[in-house]
């Protein structure tokens, strides 16, 4: 049943964009890989375990044992050309399946048949909603001691509120699975050990009565959904195959309802039928309607494409476009309506994960790599000049987690700043900032994994040591009782013209609705300091505001005010009160009580009803108060005030204690006093 997939013409309607989705571990990339043995793209089966798959074929990934990075992958089944993306599992990396998702027509699902629906497979599926994306489920390892194909269903339609249409019965259970039995043609595939292909046959006895009753319960389902499919069954009393099939491919495409098939990817088994089920149920390109903002799906239409990934290889820069329509021929120029900026297309690529295979052009339908373009992002449209047209980029999520880094030695430092800028230019859910305050160059992402993943990277890819560690926390100062009539004389003589400024300050704690940071005010009469002398004052109090008495943060939340000065009819000079200014306001400050303040953000935690208690806990041991609570459709959403010295780690500790089914987001919230001890320890630190 393996076609050779070179030389193949694919107009549009013989095109299949589609990814393979699921929580890490679930067997996507075996899966995947199965995919392309069973269509002869490769002829020896790689094995995550050995490192050998083609789509983990990052040396981060090999050596993790999960996919990291999204891989795009070509194959031909069926006459049909097969596009696809094998994605990543782990929640760190969840920004690439929502690129991919954005350029995909459709998905195959995959569910553990032992773990049902799991966190990050949950996930997945509600990206996949945000996108439209239509998806057949594929639940595999039934081969797994505790697999059940009825109990993973049932985890399908109560997890993800989705209508599971099984269109398969398995042969034998656990160590005993061999095969399925196909409800629409009711029919058996047997894998028999060793073969690399099924052999088909009559419906064992001893199943028949259950395939009979499952069938049945298809139809119904079906009729329920489909108005063709209910008429023909109340005048018949069932549904012909042909029906069926047409019913089933509606409900995928609309959404109404999920094809479901299993299998053991593992074992080689269920992988040809699911092709079958790919072709059968899941649109082409010309099966959707135009994705907003862009043209019909037609090869004759202006080119339009969207950038969705960039990556840096030794060969060079590989920009991965999704064509959504027209073509586009090697060397011709194109548009990014984006910037005004048009750039030429040097070579296009068909991608094998990291082998390809050189193209003239590319049409309406195809995933494709091109080199050539050099300032295209993922998330750029590329256009015929003639016909600009701007696509809607995919979602870019915020990065919840940070970590400070520089290089080992001072020489790099500037190899490091490129690495880093590459970095973000090759995954958007990556920011690097310069923290104006610390100076620490800041690293954020998805999480932990994802950092470590990214600044392995670094360490890999350009032979740059870095030092990673807890990003420096922003402290600041604040008075909390002041002084009034703080005189300060500056008198310098040093030969020639001297300096003399004399100011009384009042320094007390800012009142309410007065700027949060810093207020300075004159009271002096009668000319004894002239105007532009008292905004020398002001301006010398700023200065003095970098950095304060208990540990040399800077001051804020505090009031000044000038009473009273004196001035000499030679030595003074804005000069003179701007340093009087400076070193008054320190000493007033010395002499004033003073306590730290901390950055705080206002955390929104989003959780299982049943993992609440873990998370107030957790929350109360990182300092957090609790604003906020409140429960809806089983899920609990809490909302708390923490210190942001407490949120490092907080992504990785919440998904441990929620299995990964908890979310959190932040925003800066203002800022507050640091508890005594907490103090002394930050202060002696």
């Known amino acids: ?331 011709e120029s194109v548009l990014d309506p984006g910037t005004g900026r048009t750039e030429r297309i040097g070579r296009i690529l068909r991608v094998q994960a990291d082998r390809h295979e050189e193209r003239e052009e590319a049409v309406a339908g195809d995933i494709v790599a091109v080199i050539g373009l050099k300032s295209a992002r993922a998330g750029t449209t590329l256009c015929a000049p003639s016909a600009p047209l701007l696509l809607e980029p995919p979602t870019v999520a915020e990065p919840v987690v940070s970590v400070a880094v520089e290089a080992l030695r001072s020489t790099d430092t500037g190899r490091l700043a490129s690495a880093l800028a590459r970095l973000v230019e090759e995954d958007p859910s990556l920011v690097v900032r310069s923290d104006a305050e610390t100076g620490q160059t800041v690293l954020s992402g998805m999480g932990e994994l994802h950092l470590e993943v990214a600044v392995e990277k670094i360490r890999r890819g350009q032979g740059v040591e870095v030092v990673v560690g807890r990003p420096q926390v922003s402290y600041r100062e604040t008075v909390v009782r002041g002084v009034t009539g703080f005189v300060h004389r500056h008198v310098k003589q040093d030969g020639g013209s001297g300096q003399f400024a004399h100011i009384v300050l009042d320094v007390e704690p800012a009142g309410e609705g007065e700027e949060a940071g810093f207020v300075f005010r004159s009271t002096v009469t009668g000319g004894r300091v002239p105007q532009e002398f008292v905004r020398a004052v002001e301006a010398g109090c700023r200065d003095a505001l970098g950095a304060g008495p208990l540990g040399g943060y800077p001051v804020t939340g505090l009031r000044v005010t000038l009473t009273d000065g004196a001035t000499h009819s030679k030595d003074s000079s804005e000069m003179a009160f701007r340093a009087a200014g400076r ?60 210190p942001l010295a407490e949120l490092f780690g907080y992504a990785s500790r919440l998904r441990g204690r929620t299995q990964g089914r908890g979310t959190f987001t932040t925003r800066p919230a203002p800022l507050a006093p640091v508890p005594p001890s907490i103090a002394t320890t930050v202060l002696t630190g």
């Open 1 to 331: 049943m393996r076609t050779n997939p070179t030389n193949l013409t694919n107009p549009t309607t013989l095109v299949r964009n589609l990814g393979i989705l699921a929580h890490v571990d679930a067997g996507k990339t075996t899966l995947t890989e199965r995919i392309l043995f069973a269509t002869g793209t490769i002829h020896k089966r790689g094995e995550v375990q050995n490192g050998t798959t083609v789509t983990d074929f990052d040396s981060q990934e090999r050596d993790r044992g999960i996919t990291i990075f999204a891989a795009a992958v070509s194959c031909a089944w069926g006459g049909h050309r097969v596009n696809l993306i094998d994605t990543p599992g782990h929640v760190d990396f969840a920004d690439e399946v929502e690129r991919s998702l954005r350029v995909l027509d459709g998905a195959v699902a995959v569910f553990d048949g032992v773990a049902g629906v799991e966190p990050q497979s949950e996930s997945v599926w509600r990206q996949a909603d945000r996108y439209g994306v239509p998806r057949i489920a594929f639940v595999n390892k039934l081969d797994r001691a505790g697999a059940d194909l009825d109990t993973a269903v049932a985890s399908i339609r109560d997890r993800l509120g989705a209508v599971p249409l099984v269109v398969q019965l398995p042969i034998g259970r656990e160590d005993g699975f061999t095969g399925v039995v196909d409800l629409l043609e009711m029919r058996a595939l047997h894998w028999p050990a060793g073969a690399d292909t099924y052999e088909t046959g009559p419906v064992p006895e001893e199943l028949r009565a259950e395939a009979e009753r499952r069938r049945r319960q298809l139809e119904e389902a079906v009729a329920e959904l489909h108005p063709a499919a209910l008429e023909e069954f109340c005048a018949a009393s069932e549904l012909t195959g042909h029906t069926l099939a047409t019913a089933l491919r509606d409900l995928t495409l609309s959404g109404d309802g999920v094809v479901v098939l299993c299998g053991s990817a593992y074992r080689n088994r269920g992988v040809e039928p699911l092709l079958d089920a790919v072709l059968a149920y899941l649109p082409s390109p010309a099966d959707l309607p135009p994705v907003r903002g862009t043209r019909p799906a037609d090869p004759a239409e202006p080119f339009t494409a969207l950038a969705f990934k960039v990556t840096a290889t030794a060969t060079g820069r590989l920009t991965y476009l999704r064509v959504y329509a027209g073509t586009v021929r090697k060397g």
């Open 583 to 642: 070193f008054g306001l320190r000493d007033a400050l010395r002499a004033s009580a003073l306590e730290l303040l901390e950055p705080v953000a206002e955390v929104t935690v989003t959780v299982p009803d049943d993992a609440v208690g873990g998370v107030l806990g957790d929350l109360a041991a990182r300092r957090g108060r609790v604003s906020a609570s409140r429960t809806q459709s089983g899920t609990a959403v809490v909302t708390a005030a923490v």
